[in-house]
């Protein structure tokens, strides 16, 4: 009789993220092993959000591209050249953009079956982390938030044509909902419910909510209605004839709207593009701005944290608190009540 030999389960170590191949050395793989292995490399795909495993992708290659430069195996690599690495890294790249490059050096390791060399129980790489944070400083200017004056600023710069019927929507449903780009591109019209006292979202997945329990976030409905993102979305649906699918999608030149829905980096520019025509620096401003701008605002106009909270889904009062910060200096400041 032969010898029994099971299938070889394992990752193929050449690309990232890395898949999973299914072998056997006699009689060939099953059906139902072949459709676990595919259901299992959707599962695998689906434990880190899609912009993550971009970026993992991103990184590994940047750091292969620099190990050939050099004459240094990138796969396994040694801690040694890791901390080469963050050094050649450090004069242009946040500590927390180090982090996650070597978060990404890390997945590349586990995946291909190596320890990793960039883990901070390497003295060379914990030490050379520290040295650059000491040197450098950890702060992360980010950018500007959009403040009520500036959404009305850019509202009014807007065409009145079917792209600046979506872009007017998409910027008061953002501002007003507190939501990251990622949660404004996801939205699906059956997401979206019409009540009497506005809309009310449901929010499927978010970043600090990956395994997608979800929640439900209230639009009320604006003063006026050129300012509310109630009757705002509305006039956008109407007007795009979308009846299922992707809430907010692309519009070409001749005003065609498209069938899939927009991208992180469509939100971003559209903000850029809107903040400059209203006659404000598109660099102060990104993505992140109507959410970070939600929360200034808020607080300025004298919301509650835990409201704020409960609108933004923060999970952490430090995070929330860090939108704010810079706005509260003059709040109750005791150098105030010093009678100079």
């Known amino acids: 009789m032969g010898v029994y030999r099971a299938p070889e389960i ?22 139902a092993l072949e459709d676990l ?10 434990a880190k959000a899609e912009n993550s495993r971009r970026a993992y992708r991103s990184d590994w290659r940047q750091f292969e591209s620099w190990c050939r430069g050099h004459g240094l195996a990138c796969l396994p690599a040694v801690p040694e050249t890791v901390a080469l690495y963050l050094t050649a890294l450090a004069a242009d790249h946040k500590p927390s953009s180090l982090d996650r ?40 200017p980010g950018k500007e938030p959009l403040l009520t004056a500036d959404i009305l600023k850019m509202l009014d710069s807007l065409d009145e044509g ?7 929507a998409l910027l008061l449903v953002g501002f007003a909902g507190g939501f990251r780009r990622s949660e ?3 939205l699906d019209v059956g997401d979206i419910t019409e009540t009497a006292d506005g809309l009310v979202i449901r929010v499927r997945r978010s970043k600090t909510d990956p395994e997608a329990k979800g929640t439900t976030v209230a ?34 030149r001749h005003g065609r709207v498209g069938s899939g ?23 102060h401003y990104a993505g992140h701005s109507l959410r970070a701008g939600f929360v200034t605002q808020a607080f300025l106009n004298g919301a509650a944290e835990v409201a704020i909270m409960r609108q933004t889904r923060h999970k952490s009062l430090d995070t929330l608190r860090k939108y704010i910060r810079d706005r509260s200096l003059f709040r109750d400041n005791p150098a105030a009540k010093l009678g100079l």
């Open 219 to 252: 639009l009320p409905y604006g003063s006026t209605a050129a300012t509310c993102p109630v009757r705002s979305y509305r006039a956008w649906i109407a007007a795009a004839a979308i009846e299922a699918g992707s809430a907010f999608r692309s519009v070409d």
């Open 261 to 283: 829905r927009l991208n992180t980096g469509s939100v971003a520019r559209l903000i850029k593009r809107a903040a400059e025509v209203a006659g404000l620096d598109p660099a």
């Open 101 to 140: 490059k070597l978060t990404s050096i890390t997945k590349a390791h586990q995946a291909a079956g190596f320890s990793t060399p960039a883990s901070m129980e390497h003295a060379v790489v914990s030490e050379t982390m520290k040295g650059i944070r000491r040197t450098l400083g950890t702060a992360q």
């Open 37 to 46: 292995a595919g259901r299992t490399r959707r599962f695998i795909e689906a």
């Open 162 to 168: 079917l792209l600046g019927s979506r872009d007017r």
């Open 184 to 186: 404004i591109v996801s």
């Open 10 to 31: 394992r990752y193929n170590k050449s690309t990232m993220p890395h898949d999973l191949v299914v072998s056997a050395p006699q009689g060939g793989v099953t059906p």
